[in-house]
């Protein structure tokens, strides 16, 4: 009953305004100072509440073996819970663990899937890993070559350097490339989600 009482006490804290702000921000200094086992503490219980970065940051955990056992299983399922509510970085990494099998069967259609639904929101790496898709016609999915580039372009304008040599791969010149970027650099995602 006592154990009860101080869940639900933490649980109306952290609904309190600013406090899921507040056990974000503490999780993401416990990171910083590789303090992973209270960094996971304080993700799981804002995961729990549906705090979508917070699944985010529990699937790079599970993912990369930070403070505790590596399990692709559990990374695949917070990347799920996160990429379903909207957050464009889980999609990615679902799409990720999808093409690559990791903790979920293998399914190109399933990367595609979650690939596109991370593209659609500006994720440069996304965007680049569809275009490659399509343009090579992996798996099942449609081999364009037209939509790959669509694709691929788009992932250089939203700054995602890699994609200049993939651009020359496939027959635009460096200075054609160059061109893309004048829409201007959004950056790249950082592993870890730092701020709500």
Known sequence: MIKR????????TLLWPGGLQAGFKEGVQHYEKEEFDRSIAEFR???DLTHIRSMFNL??????????DEDPYKAAYWYAQAAERGDPRAQYNLGLVHMQGKGVAQSYTEAEKWFLRAALQDHAQAQHNLG????????RVEHNYEKGMQWLHRAKINGFRKGRNDLNAFGLTVSQAEIYTESGWKGLVFPLTRND
Do not use: K, N
């Open 132 to 139: 490659i898709m399509y343009y090579e016609g992996l798996g």
């Open 5 to 12: 009482c101080i869940s639900l006490v933490f649980a109306l």
């Open 59 to 68: 699937g790079v955990f599970y993912d990369l073996g930070l403070g505790i």
């Open 45 to 47: 219980a804002l995961a």
